[in-house]
């Protein structure tokens, strides 16, 4: 078993959808990120999280710490939303950010 | 902003060969890593470094060695390329620190034949 697991791992959605993406983890974290890859490889991050929730624009990142759980959510999706968002976790040893990653959710938002 | 370059977008090998594959940060981040990207299974870290000169091993580390001479470059070197590394490779860099965000570079596509 992975310990970052995502779903779904793909999803289609129409524009102007409510999306959600999920992340669960087995390990203790010092904190979580959501990351965004676009066709072509570059991978951006969206969110570093270790409580609570954040919000960008139409992005909204949230964490449970004593469930081991993270949703990332999107408004009113828009076909440049389409995109691999991906979950990875920073371990609580070590001085280096070492991240453990999940395999990612393919999201495709059509017209 | 901070930027991180890789030396190739794509790059076609033959079995055997020496790779070489460069990364270089401008925001005198303290920690470097690289990443192979593989289908269904994520990114997997291959080596990390926290300062010049140093290295660690990540979780598949057979078959790559690394060097780090000067803070802002981080080498990946596949010493005799094999077909199984085919892959997408990625670096990144960071601050020191266990929860800092970690800024990547825009990947090179490596075939080997």
């Known amino acids: 078993k992975n310990e970052v697991e995502q779903s779904p791992q793909n999803l289609t959605a129409q524009e102007g959808e409510f999306i959600t993406i999920n992340c669960s983890y087995s390990?203790?974290?010092?904190?979580l990120h959501w990351l965004q890859q676009h066709p072509g490889g570059g991978i951006v991050s969206l969110f570093m999280l270790s409580s609570g929730k954040k919000k960008h624009g139409r992005l909204i990142a949230t964490i449970n710490i004593q469930e081991k759980h993270s949703s990332l959510h999107i408004t009113a999706s828009h076909p440049r939303d389409s995109a691999v968002y991906i979950c990875?976790?920073?371990?609580?040893?070590?001085?280096?950010?070492?991240?453990?990653f999940g395999t990612g959710t393919r999201l495709q938002v059509t017209l | 902003d901070v930027k991180v370059t890789q030396s190739s977008r794509y790059l076609v090998k033959r079995t055997g060969e020496k790779v070489f594959l460069e990364c270089v940060q401008d925001m005198d981040h303290e920690n470097m890593f690289w990443y192979r990207q593989d289908p269904g299974l994520g990114l997997r870290l291959i080596y990390f470094s926290y300062d010049v000169k140093m290295k660690e091993k990540g979780d598949i580390p057979e078959g790559y060695s690394v060097s780090r001479e000067k803070k802002e470059r981080f080498s990946l070197i596949l010493e005799s390329a094999s077909t199984n590394q085919t892959s997408m490779y990625l670096c990144?860099?960071?601050?020191?620190?266990?929860?800092?965000?970690?800024?990547f570079g825009p990947g090179t596509r490596l075939t080997v034949l």
């Open positions: 990875a976790v920073a371990g609580v040893v070590g001085t280096a950010s070492k991240l453990t």
């Open positions: 390990v203790g974290i010092s904190a």
């Open positions: 990144a860099s960071t601050w020191r620190g266990r929860a800092n965000e970690q800024f």
